[in-house]
């Protein structure tokens, strides 16, 4: 199970737009709104309320946690803390996008969290996202929040 602050730290980290705003590389598709979401539900039209970005962040949690279960069964078997990483990855990057980190997963898989956490750390992910890649890298080593 993961902890009551996996909301907090993905409303810190996703950061909220009532308006929707297109994919930086692309300068469209795919859009963003509320706290990070995107799909076919999201147009460039797209607004919602803040009630409407928190619900559909609580949804859009539930569904990385069901792909988690079925893509990596594993991950349930870890401390809350490390799951509330692997969450936040799943959600910044999309399931499919974490499981492209082949030898973290690994590590992870088998408890080796230096390994882990070094490898998040040496990738272009981290390099995108930052302090919070900082953050989610000390959670994977420590199995404690960071600062």
């Given amino acids: 199970m ?4 996996l909301v907090d730290d993905l409303m810190r980290d996703e ?8 994919d930086p590389l692309s300068g469209g598709d795919p859009w963003t709104i509320g706290y990070g979401h995107t799909g076919a539900d999201v147009t460039a039209a797209t607004v919602w309320t803040r009630s409407e970005a928190a619900d ?19 991950w349930r078997t870890l401390d809350d803390v490390r799951q509330d990483a692997m ?8 399931v499919e996008g974490l499981l492209g980190f082949r030898r973290t997963l690994a590590a992870i898989e088998v408890g080796q969290w230096a390994a882990a956490s070094a490898d ?28």
């Fill in 87 to 94: 969450v936040e990855m799943a959600f910044n990057l999309g």
């Fill in 56 to 74: 559909t962040l609580i949804e859009d949690i539930a569904i990385a946690q069901s792909e988690l279960d079925e893509k990596l069964p594993w």
């Fill in 120 to 147: 998040m750390l040496l990738s272009a992910w981290a390099r995108e996202v930052g302090d919070r890649a900082a953050r989610l890298a000390t959670m994977m080593r420590n199995g404690a929040r960071a600062g």
């Fill in 15 to 22: 950061g909220l737009r009532l308006a929707a705003y297109p």
């Fill in 2 to 5: 993961t902890t009551p602050l």
